[in-house]
């Protein structure tokens, strides 16, 4: 049974900063592309970044500039997110892309 953790999120003040984490657990017999996404109240979710099997990323662009994605060993990925600003209020969650398999998803509030 192969599960996604994310950890990282929090209250954070606007231009503020925070890193988001991604662990896959279970056994995966290859190296997926691994993709963040974000759920705001009352809105649909939405991809924030995608990071390729060998590491290149695309982002949406409210949050090109700002945002980096990365992976660490296998099917680990990390968001750092910078100048956080008030819209990026959300539940922000994991994907294990391909085999669509979602993490649990973290919060992350940006106010002053």
């Known amino acids: 049974q192969v599960q996604l953790v994310e950890s990282g999120g929090g209250l954070v003040q606007p231009g503020g900063s925070l890193r988001l984490s991604c662990v896959a657990s279970g056994t995966i017999s290859s190296i997926y592309p691994m993709g963040w996404y974000r759920q705001a109240p009352g809105k649909q979710r939405e991809l924030v970044a995608r990071i390729e099997k060998f590491g290149t990323g695309i982002y949406s662009d409210s949050v090109k500039g700002r945002f980096t994605i990365s992976r660490g060993s296998a099917n680990t990925a990390y968001l750092q997110m910078n100048t956080l600003k008030p819209d990026d209020t959300a539940i922000y969650y994991c994907?294990?892309?391909?085999?669509?398999?979602w993490g649990q998803g973290t919060q992350v509030t940006v106010s002053a």
């Open positions: 994907k294990l892309e391909q085999l669509g398999i």
